[in-house]
């Protein structure tokens, strides 16, 4: 083996065994947790809240510190890490409105490919891709569904959500079903059984709720997270034991060493309880904090345990990335925009991933460029950062730079003249939000301070 590959992780803080290829296809898990705060895992720093579980699964696997998804709400950013494509090239850039809109069923998703590979594959919790039966879960590539159409729910069982036409509500392949309990809890089963059930290698989706608002957690969970008063850090601790519940289970049937996991968040937090830090921005925002997450993948035999890798990625690589891992076929009609992971963290590969990422929504856009960072307001300008010497995004660097500005404003654009316009767009009330969040902190700057955990 060459050894000019490995001198090109000095730096990375990443080494990796690279051993023979199990004899079984692995099975895959997607973990996704729901306006998750950057900061708010006992692995990304947090010495309040409590998460011993994800804290396991990041010891044991590879940690990414410069992961992003593609849009900074629920639902574009859904759709981005189930086609492993931008949504701005389906017209997908806000939140699907309830039911006439959602994915373009003419995208191929994660779930199709690893049905065409012969896996079983099964999602549970938090759809957000549309409401109409051509978009449903178990005819966009999922054999089994445990969860709801919309973008939240309360976590307990009630009238009010759990009605005959509500989104809302709970429901099993198109039935609906009355569960006890905490909701995230009622997820975390069903996902169990599925998975000690199965006898076909399987690929499950465990899109949880949690900690998306309502924040409605136990006292129970609440006293646990280290936060008695918390119900946001109540809900974070009650995702976290049940994810401790998938590990043990896996452990028990003998599946987890041949189980690749993924874990990271839709989009960063919003609620005052939650931290970003020390990203600026929150959910909503085209600032690090409002797309940038923890990202987490574990694949025993594969990766080595407590990794850090700090090249730019992407939650669009989840996709080729899993299916290249089963032998699986990534050859479709419209062409992916992720990549394959595994070569980089092996060495195989050097550079990074994606050395630019794109976003836009209405009326802001943003391109990544290295660790430049610029984003545009139409009708206002736009702001240059460099994240290397300003990873909070407190100093715009625009008037500074100019030629480097009108640079990645002509990347930008060029991005942009690829992609669809927008099929929809958010409520004006939101979009006006997102708009005068970004001018305020053009103007003003916004320094990014860590929150006081309460």
Known sequence: ???????????????????????????????????????????????????????????????????????????????????????????????????????????????????????????FGKWHLGDLPERYPTVRGFDVFYGLREGGRSYWYNKKDDRPGSARAAEHNGKLVKFDGHFTDWLGKNAIHFMKETKKPFFVYLSFTAPHGPLQSTKEDMQASGLPRNRYAGLIYGMDRNVGYVIEALKKSGKLDNTMIWFFSDNGGIVRQSSNAPLSGIKGTFFEGGHRVP????????????????????????????????????????????????????????????????????????????????????????????????????????????????????????????????????????????????????KKGQPSKKKKEK
């Open 1 to 123: 083996m060459k050894r000019g590959w490995l001198s090109g992780l000095i730096g990375l803080g990443l080494s990796v065994s690279v051993l023979a290829a199990p004899e079984k296809r692995p099975n895959v898990l997607v973990i996704l947790a729901d306006d998750l705060g950057y900061h708010d895992l006992g692995f990304q720093g947090s010495t309040t809240i409590k998460t011993p579980n994800l804290d396991w699964l990041a010891s044991q696997g590879v940690r990414f510190t410069d992961a992003h998804v593609t849009g900074s709400t629920c639902s574009p950013s859904r759709a981005g890490f189930i086609t492993g494509r931008y949504p701005h090239r389906f017209g997908y850039e806000a939140n699907c409105p309830p039911k006439d809109k959602g994915l373009d069923v003419n995208e191929r998703t994660i779930g199709q490919a690893f049905q065409e590979a012969g896996y079983r594959t099964a999602v």
């Open 295 to 442: 990202f987490v993948l574990y694949w025993k035999g594969h990766l080595t345990p407590g990794s850090v890798y700090n090249k730019m990625v992407s939650s669009m690589d989840v996709f080729p990335t899993s299916i290249t891992a089963i032998g699986g076929s990534l050859k479709q009609e419209r062409p992916l925009d992720g990549v394959d992971l595994i070569p980089y963290l092996t060495g195989k590969k050097t550079g990074a991933p994606h050395e630019t990422l794109c976003w836009r929504k209405c009326p802001i856009a943003t391109i990544r460029h290295g660790e430049w960072k610029l984003i545009r307001v139409d009708g206002y300008g736009s702001a240059l950062y460099n994240l290397k010497d300003d990873l909070g995004e407190n100093h715009d660097l625009s008037k500074k730079l100019p030629e480097k500005t009108a640079q990645l404003e002509k990347e930008l654009k060029t991005w942009e003249s690829t992609k669809k316009e927008a099929l929809w767009h958010e409520q004006k009330r939101w979009q006006v939000w997102r708009y005068n969040y970004h001018v305020s902190k053009f």
